[in-house]
């Protein structure tokens, strides 16, 4: 039954690139076949629970904007939760997209003991439940918001009160028991205040072993349970801590490595949380993809102009294209995907906006795709590349990264043929011509 929040709006079809219908979709064909798979299934699209139904329009400087119904002050926080979730579902239709992603708080009202909160995400848990049998809708991952509440200003895993840490562990056990019952795909981690102000009081070695405990018990629990998903890990540098330890893809393989956890987690990588890290998004999907540890993405757009996480959606067509062509020679998600990591702008207030947001970025990623796909099989740019270290291939050379050499056997090489080298041309502006021939 409609909640009436979006009116009379039905579901958004596909009427191709010719539509003029901003309440269509012009390129996300879910049922289009790219690189021998369906788009959808390519892309793998998730709704966010906390930038769409959470967020209430506010900034540093003024107050809510939004102004939701289950936002009301006064109401019964259990009645809104209620309500809240039936217009996501709603919306979840509306836009016709597989999946969705949340917070432990954002579905619930945090109560006054953990036992509470626990009953009250479960109490919504037996909604969506429900709602994702009725609707085949199903939960990209969940994780637990470890970050907002007033007991996590000193972190959560690296707080330096043990009972903290053991309050947090106990509320990702029970995120993970309620992901694992609804069949989430992944579970994440995003350690919002894992990080440090100042040195004068933290002692970062005692904070990374904590750290690293806490994770191992995470991986600990999901094999005792039997959750068949993906542990990921979202690096995210500076906001809201001065220094985070999962700055950026480089940060938290070395701390993966240093505390046995390479092979059991993996990444759920940022755009915006990548430009805050200096970086480009597809440097750290590569980086990802080449250390095997890219998992999943949140898709958004960050303002090149503003030096904080301002989560735009994602609509900036050459961008996509050189995300997902990472993601393809990874060869695409398994149990990861695609989500909306995004908010509307905080004067986009009516309820159509959110519509507006999905529907425009899903035809964006859609091109992204594409134009990726089309670069594959193309092959210049591969080929461009496997030629460039193609020297490495011959066995002499083969044998100096396998072990085989020395210092004082290749300055024998050197010397004994008057070696040379003469320098190649690295071509950057015939590739960067190449990639714009697809987007």
């Not at 004082?408 to 320098?423: F, I, K, M, Y």
């Amino acid at each position: 039954m409609s909640t009436g929040f979006f009116g009379d709006l039905q579901p958004i079809p596909f009427a191709g690139p010719d539509s003029r219908d901003p309440l269509t979709y012009r390129h996300y064909n879910k049922d289009e076949i790219v690189l021998g798979k369906r788009m959808e299934d390519h892309l793998r699209l998730a709704v966010c629970y906390w930038h769409s139904f959470c967020w209430p329009g506010t900034d540093p400087f003024g107050g809510e904007t939004f102004n939701r119904s289950w936002m009301a002050a006064g109401g019964d926080p259990m009645e809104q939760a209620k309500l809240k979730a039936d217009v996501a579902f709603e919306m979840f239709q509306i836009l016709g997209m597989p999946f969705f992603t949340f917070h432990d708080r954002d579905i619930a009202p945090e109560g006054g003991t953990l036992a509470e909160s626990n009953a009250n995400v479960n109490a919504i848990a037996d909604i969506f439940e429900r709602k994702m049998d009725d609707t085949g809708i199903k939960l990209l991952w969940g994780t637990a918001n470890m970050f907002s509440n007033r007991r996590f200003m000193s972190g959560a895993a690296t707080n330096p009160d043990p009972d903290v840490f053991a309050y947090a562990a106990a509320q990702v056990k029970n995120a993970m028991d309620v992901t694992y019952r609804l069949k989430g795909q992944n579970y994440v981690l995003w350690g919002g205040r894992e990080g440090y102000e100042t040195l004068l009081n933290t002692s970062m070695k005692h904070e990374l072993d904590q750290l690293g405990r806490f994770l191992n018990m995470v991986v600990e629990y999901k094999h005792k349970i039997g959750f068949k998903g993906t542990i990921l890990i979202e690096p995210k540098p500076q906001e809201p801590s001065k220094h985070q330890y999962d700055f950026d893809v480089g940060t938290v393989f070395g701390f993966l490595k240093a505390y046995g956890l390479e092979n059991e987690v993996k990444m759920n990588i940022e755009q915006g949380h990548a430009i805050l890290a200096g970086h480009s998004f597809e440097h750290e999907l590569h980086h990802a993809r080449s250390l095997g540890i890219l998992g999943s993405v949140d898709m958004n757009r960050n303002d090149y102009q503003c030096g904080w996480d301002t989560d735009h959606f994602a609509m900036n067509v050459p961008e996509l294209a050189l995300a997902y062509y990472e993601i393809l020679m990874d060869g695409g998600f398994t149990t990861g995907g695609t989500n909306f990591d995004a908010k509307l702008r905080r004067q986009s207030i009516d309820p159509v906006d959110l519509i507006h947001g999905h529907v425009g970025s899903a035809d964006a990623l859609a091109q992204g795709l594409k134009a990726a796909a089309a670069i594959i099989e193309d092959g210049r740019l591969k080929g461009f590349v496997d030629e460039r270290y193609a020297g490495w291939s011959r066995p002499e050379n083969a044998e100096i990264l396998n072990g085989g050499s020395s210092l004082e056997a290749l300055a024998d090489r050197v010397h004994a043929s008057d070696l040379e080298p003469q320098p190649k041309s690295g071509k950057q502006e015939y590739l960067e011509s190449l990639v714009n021939l697809f987007v």
